[in-house]
């Protein structure tokens, strides 16, 4: 094994340890007076959510919604802050660093590396799409 192929090695395994780190991140957010609370996962998917009485009793349902959601970004907010330095780890490691600064010089030289590739056509969901256009298939 190559000196670059160990250090590539290494650097995926921290990145799993980072990720798997991050996959345990919890961010917390609040909204009307305290009596709406929100945590969500890194990815800003709710994980808990807790509505008082009095919230519910107190607010339509309109601005209880409005509440929940601005709870929500509270909790992202957070939670995406914690994340990133989790992932600072990762991405402040100086052989990191200069594998990204290659890239980008690879890029540079010749700008067909920077193009990211169409995804492939997904039978699936052609067959789901015409499912809903026919659910009975009558056509």
């Known amino acids: 094994m190559t000196t670059r192929e160990a ?3 290494e650097l995926t395994v921290t990145a799993r340890r980072v990720e798997d780190e991050v996959s345990t991140v919890r961010g917390r957010g609040g909204a009307a007076n305290g009596n709406i609370e929100v945590e969500v996962d890194a990815l800003g998917a709710i994980t808990e959510l807790r509505v008082s009485e009095v919230a519910t009793r107190q607010l339509t349902t309109s601005a ?4 929940i959601v601005a709870a929500q ?4 907010r957070s939670a995406r802050a914690t994340a990133g330095i989790i992932r600072d780890k990762l991405l402040n490691d100086p052989r990191v660093v200069q ?5 980008d010089a690879a890029r540079r030289v010749d700008p067909s590396h920077s193009e990211i590739p169409a995804p492939k056509e997904n039978p699936r969901i052609a067959d789901e799409e015409s499912f809903y256009r026919d659910p009975l298939r009558r056509r």
């Open 73 to 76: 970004h509270d909790a992202c």
């Open 64 to 67: 209880l919604a409005s509440a």
């Open 7 to 9: 250090i590539t090695e």
């Open 99 to 103: 594998i990204m600064a290659e890239l």
